[in-house]
């Protein structure tokens, strides 16, 4: 069975403080590993795809990075703005579509 | 485009009461999911669809229905709600060709008394 967990499970910044998410996972065969951002009272918002180990990809102050065993999103210089819940999830195996999210982090960025 | 709309927005049901959760797409998107999501927790897949007419199971099927007869429509019926379905619901959806890119509508909240 597919399983990713995030950490931490809150995480309050002041404005300007550089930190990382850890999304780390268990699967057999993955497809792909995608991190969304959801705020409040909305559906998730796609941010990145990751494929294979080693790639990275960025969008502003969010940079997404990938190891064979986990995902980290670095957030560079956080503004207000970034506060959000972030979402990690996988795609595995065969089953082209069926995805498996981990809990979130939720970030605080306090001016 | 309107991308993924749900309605009802808010909905209360009593228990052993039935409904569907409606869910559209005008992107032309073959892939369309459902979730549920529940306090401080992340998303589970209920059903997902690959294309009109083929749906499957997620992770907790149980107490829901799908069909796809449609591209653009993708209904979530709840057979006989319990207090234990009280939830928001989010549906999504993805082109073939970026699966994983999924576009999500605003969320259903139910709440089952």
């Known amino acids: 069975e597919d399983q990713v967990t995030q950490s931490p499970e809150a995480l309050r910044l002041q404005e300007g403080e550089s930190s990382s998410l850890n999304c780390s996972y268990t699967v057999s065969g993955l497809r792909g590993l995608f991190w969304y951002r959801q705020d409040p009272g909305k559906g998730p918002e796609f941010l990145f795809t990751?494929?294979?180990a080693g790639e990275e990809k960025e969008k502003e102050r969010l940079k997404a990075t990938l190891t064979k065993k986990e995902s980290f999103l670095h957030i560079t210089a956080p503004k207000p703005e970034d506060s959000a819940t972030y979402l990690c999830?996988?795609?595995?195996?065969?089953?082209?579509?069926?995805?498996?999210f981990g809990d979130g982090t939720t970030l605080t960025v306090k001016p | 485009n309107a991308g993924v709309t749900q309605t009802p927005k808010f909905q209360v049901l009593k228990t052993g009461q039935s409904m569907t959760l409606q869910c559209a797409q005008d992107m032309n998107h073959e892939y369309m999911s459902w979730y549920r999501q529940d306090p401080g927790m992340g998303l589970r897949l209920i059903h997902y669809?690959?294309?009109?007419?083929?749906?499957d199971q997620g992770e907790v099927p149980n107490g829901y229905n799908v069909s796809r007869s449609t591209t653009e429509d993708f209904p979530l019926r709840l057979l006989s709600a319990a207090p234990s379905q009280t939830s928001v619901y989010f549906c999504a959806s993805s082109p073939r060709d970026r699966v994983y890119e999924q576009y999500f509508g605003p969320g259903t909240r139910l709440t089952v008394t």
């Open positions: 990751l494929y294979s």
């Open positions: 999830a996988v795609q595995a195996g065969t089953n082209a579509g069926k995805s498996t």
């Open positions: 669809s690959v294309g009109a007419g083929i749906t």
